[in-house]
């Protein structure tokens, strides 16, 4: 994250590098004092400033009896825990509370040092962390250094101070000394006109917290209470900023509100108008304003025009073709300001062809997307308005609400389906209409009402209730694929409420589409009514006595049922009797000519989503499938199971989690946890029919058996087999509990990286197509380069060709190809194979297919030029010519 520098004195020994000031987790006593006051901290003391801020920022606090004790030294273990709360990641930090660690640490620190290995912070390898001993000022060097990103810069700084006890610093922590001070994280002793560093010396809680300061300039430290902005005003006691996404915030300051400039206390009075300030507030309240800097220094932006050339509205992502002709990705944001005009616009009111400008601020965020230019395809096309006959002028209604009049004539056609002879006056208001117009003149009308049935029955060949995706064939052969709407209604005669799960492949349906999507089914072929009707829901009641069992189906309905005493009774396909049914257990049933039940088939496993785990009482809450919200006792001894996880308890169990529950009268007996991993197949093991080969992140091979319990899935095959799986896919494998349910071939990115930002997390790749795609790696994102795997965005440099794929929750799972930097000898005569001053290597088609100039890459080349082979999974992938 690029952000403004502030100017700020060097530190002595006592303005260096700070050991950590206690938070409330690092000692039991510690306690937060109201303002950042503490009795042992007078207003004179060199660091108020510092313990001020950071208590207010609740990066730090004070001890039970009200004092801070800013001379205490600090652990090692300590100022780690204070890092990952200075970078915002105290939250985080409590996912990885049950995550092994090489160290022995107080439970509530767990999380945080597990936290602090995956973002490079420790490195175990280096035998470097010592918990309980005292943080040295060049051990703290290294740290503040990793905290901050700039690990990459370690060897290439530039020597900025020369210490005079240099050679006191370890080996292993000069050039972080180094690159620390250079950053302006560190400083020395002034001693006879000279700087010494004295490495060995073990920091205070006051110093480390002057250097968490020095650090916010190269982190973000924004969050719900503190904000960064140029001030637009101070009038009475109210003061206005511009943050930096654009955002106007407005502050009540009161008389216990602290002024700082340059680490020394200030009034109101001396802040200028457009200076870049700090405000750290709540309810609306100002407590505490730093200036970081007094010149004017409004936001600035850049801008940009183009043409949009592709909108994803759930990606709340668009691509504008510039002016240089080059496809540039832009990520809209919850606060980007969207305009036409006067008008306020969202994402999905976009379309290709519309002419935009965007405002870019200095951290690459769109600030601002004002559409200059309506797609001229959508400005002719839209609802009918009016209809003026006397005048010839037909006004229709855009879909972003903007009306467009035109002049129609005598000789305006008009193509209206199932109109015999049409024209205008078969025209009607709120008609959908698209518009044919030349020299201002409309030629043609067609007339396309946005709610379609098909009115034709075709063949279901590709259901997935999970994706909530179908692939339809029509009688001519024609092969058509919709997203199917949440709210879509699915109708089979006889059942009671069906649902995409009652509907099968080869099914025989008519569909209603609205705006491309699926928004009804109604299944033609089959019916449940009559004799050996079959219908499914959870059990709602059982009456053993009189054998009745109440059906409820996801709509909530309620029927009855009698259960003959010769019905079949079937639990996880086991004979039961019918004690063994429970309430919400999922059941089918099958029902005589008159309506009574004859066959039970029960499935024990309730599936829900964890709603609430509480593990002290063993109370668990989910909302089960019909959208219901319960809570169940969880026995004991209760088996749960999660794939790769063993001595699973309770705890392991996440808001959000899929579930299914074994139930034991009113008690769950077992859970089985849905989970999803990233594999990258490596063999499809073409001599057996059902078995494919892959590799996790881990680099761990496993063999994924296909049987018909499980589900495979690739884009654009409507039958798939373990054949259409190819080397390198990345599969999105899901489990429940060990049980492997689904396959899916999901799609990747694969370009070069042009762009890390580590401070952000975020990434820019360019693909084969020139297309620049910015991402953002969440939590639990990978990097594999080579046999290694990292989790720090620091391990990524500009030039890496990647493959990059979507893992879970938001996270990629991003693998760094290897190459082979080498000079070009021949090719051979058929063209597929490639001699090099390192060997020859075989030119598949995939290649030619993925690198589609590559042929002319190829005749360009002459003997001894520079060319880099990259590999993924020992194929090649890609061939650069290197300047």
């Not at 308005?385 to 000789?411: C, F, P, S, W």
């Amino acid at each position: 994250m690029n952000r403004i520098k502030r100017t700020i004195a060097p530190f002595t020994l006592a303005g260096l590098l700070g050991v950590q000031s206690l938070i409330v987790p690092v000692l039991a006593e510690a306690a937060s004092v109201s303002g950042g006051k503490f009795s042992d901290v007078a207003k004179s003391h060199w660091a108020t400033p510092y313990i001020t801020k950071m208590s207010l920022r609740n990066v730090v606090a004070g001890y039970e009896d009200g004092t801070f004790k800013p001379e205490q030294k600090v652990t090692q273990l300590q100022a780690v825990a204070l890092a990952v709360r200075n970078m915002g990641l105290a939250d985080e930090a409590e996912k990885y509370k049950n995550t092994a660690i090489p160290y022995t640490v107080p439970t509530w620190a767990k999380g945080s040092v597990a936290l602090a290995i995956s973002k490079g912070l420790i490195k175990p390898s280096e035998k470097n962390f010592s918990p309980n001993e005292y943080a040295s000022r060049a051990w703290i060097a290294q740290l503040m250094v990793r905290m901050v990103g700039k690990e990459s810069e370690v060897g290439s700084s530039v020597e900025t101070t020369v210490f005079t006890d240099a050679a006191d610093v370890p080996d292993w922590a000069k050039e972080y000394v180094k690159t620390a001070a250079s950053l302006g994280l560190v400083s020395g002793y002034l001693e006879n006109g000279k700087y010494s560093f004295k490495p060995n010396y073990a920091v205070t809680r006051a110093q480390i917290v002057s250097v968490l300061s020095q650090s916010e300039k190269y982190i973000d430290v924004t969050s719900d209470t503190t904000q960064i902005g140029s001030v637009e005003s101070i009038t009475g006691s109210t003061l206005s900023i511009t943050n930096s996404a654009g955002a106007k915030q407005s502050y009540t300051l009161t008389n216990q509100t602290k002024f700082y400039k340059d680490s020394k206390e200030i009034t109101s009075a001396v802040v200028d108008a457009d200076s870049q300030v700090m405000v750290i507030g709540t309810n609306g309240k100002a407590n505490y304003v730093e200036v970081l800097q007094n010149k004017p220094t409004k936001p600035q932006y850049t801008t940009v025009k183009g043409t949009i050339e592709k909108v994803f509205s759930e990606a709340k992502t668009v691509v504008v073709r510039l002016s240089d002709e080059k496809l540039q990705t832009y990520t809209i944001s919850d606060s980007t300001a969207i305009t036409s005009g006067s008008d306020k616009l969202q994402v999905s009111q976009l379309v290709k062809g519309d002419q935009v400008e965007l405002s870019i601020n200095a951290d690459g965020k769109v600030v601002e997307l004002k559409r200059t230019n309506v797609s001229q395809e959508q400005a002719m096309a839209g609802t009918v308005y009016d209809i003026d006959k006397t005048t010839q002028l037909l006004t229709i209604k855009t879909a972003a609400g903007k009306l467009e009049a035109y002049q129609y004539t005598d000789a305006t056609y008009i193509e209206y389906k199932n109109k015999r002879f049409p024209s205008v006056e078969d025209l009607l208001p709120g008609d959908s209409v698209k518009l044919e117009v030349n020299n201002g003149s409309i030629t043609k009308v067609i007339v396309a009402d946005s709610t379609a049935n098909t009115g034709e029955t075709s063949t279901v060949k590709v259901i997935s209730a999970a994706d909530k995706f179908i692939a339809l064939q029509n009688d001519k052969g024609e092969m058509q694929a919709y997203t199917i709407a949440p709210s879509a209604t699915v109708s089979l005669n006889g059942a009671i409420a069906p649902t995409l799960a009652d509907i099968k492949v080869g099914d025989k349906v008519e569909v209603k589409i609205e705006n491309n999507v699926v928004v009804s089914i109604a299944i033609k072929n089959r019916t449940v009514q009559g004799s050996n009707s079959l219908l499914s829901g959870s059990v709602f009641a059982l009456d053993t006595t009189n054998r009745v069992l109440s059906l409820k189906g996801s709509n909530g309905e309620l029927r009855a049922y009698e259960v003959l005493p010769t019905a079949q009774v079937l639990l996880n396909g086991n004979a039961k009797s019918l004690s063994d049914i429970k309430k919400d257990m999922t059941v089918s049933i099958q029902l005589n000519e008159d309506n009574k039940i004859i066959s039970i088939n029960a499935d024990n496993r309730l599936r829900a989503e964890v709603v609430y785990v509480d593990t002290d009482n063993r109370l668990l809450t989910v909302k089960l499938e019909t959208g219901e919200t319960k809570v169940y006792v969880v026995d004991q001894n209760a088996d749960i199971v999660i794939y790769d996880i063993s001595g699973e308890t309770l705890r392991d169990l996440r808001v959000g989690d899929k579930i299914a529950m074994k139930m034991d009268t009113s008690k769950v007996t077992a859970i089985d946890v849905e989970k999803s991993y990233v594999y990258r197949a490596t063999d499809n093991n073409s001599s057996y029919t059902t078995r494919i080969t892959a590799q996790n992140e881990q680099g761990r091979s496993r063999d994924l058996i296909i049987d018909n319990g499980v589900t495979l899935t690739i884009p654009g095959i409507a039958y798939p087999k373990v054949s259409d799986v190819k080397k390198g896919d990345v599969l999105r494998v899901t489990y429940l509990g060990n049980t492997l349910k689904s396959v899916a071939v999901v799609p990747s990115i694969y370009g070069q990286v042009t762009q890390v930002t580590p401070e952000t997390n975020k990434v820019v790749v360019k693909d084969l197509n020139g297309v620049t795609n910015e991402m953002t790696l969440g939590y639990g994102s990978s990097i594999q380069i080579g046999d290694r795997t990292y989790t720090n965005l620091t391990s990524l440099v500009p030039g890496n060709r990647v493959q990059v794929a979507e893992s879970a929750n938001g996270a990629k799972s991003i693998i760094v190809l290897s190459q082979v930097d080498t000079t070009f000898t021949s090719l051979d005569p058929l063209g597929d194979r490639i001699y090099t001053a390192k060997g020859s290597y075989y030119l598949p088609d995939s290649l030619f297919n993925r690198q589609t100039q590559l042929q002319t890459l190829l005749n360009s080349l002459r003997k001894n030029d520079k060319v880099t082979l990259y590999f993924l999974n020992n194929e090649l992938y890609e061939i650069a010519r290197n300047q």
